[in-house]
């Protein structure tokens, strides 16, 4: 009976090990912070990273004051795309932005996307017109005299590397 008991005590200990290891690696793999997004109109930058790969928000905004923003990054488990999201959780934001950029240091951007909430509509997350913001090969920018001002949420994702055939 002990050897049944020492052999049970082990698996527990080795699968609590493993629990841990698993939860070590998405900590090292994802990770969500808060930062103020200022108004003056002055340029502004936040940048987090995962292990090599950053992801950096540039801005300049107007009107009211500081807005409490989130930036989530992460590393898919094959370490083949990051991702980066910017977005201010109470949905509209009652800033206007005259510029933003979003990027992503280390990949080749395969997806983006950026969203405004209006007021008249009332829903979050409505995708800005194509013609009020650039895609690049590392970046997601503003388009000069086509961007109306409001932003509430900005999405990339980059492929970190190229396999070969």
Known sequence: MASLNNFFAFNV???????????????????????????GGVVHTFTEAVREYECSFTYASQGGTNEQWLMSVGLSDDDGLFSCSVWRPQGKSYLFFTQFKAELKGTKIKYA?????????????????????????STVTHQDGKFNAQLSKLSAIGQTRHDEL
């Open 13 to 39: 200990s080795f699968l609590l090990v493993l629990v841990l290891i698993a939860v070590d690696a998405s900590a090292d793999r994802t990770r969500t912070v808060e930062f103020d997004v200022k108004p």
């Open 113 to 137: 996307n950026a969203y405004s909430q209006t007021a008249a509509s009332g829903q979050s997350d409505v995708p800005l017109k194509p013609e009020e913001f650039i895609v690049g090969e």
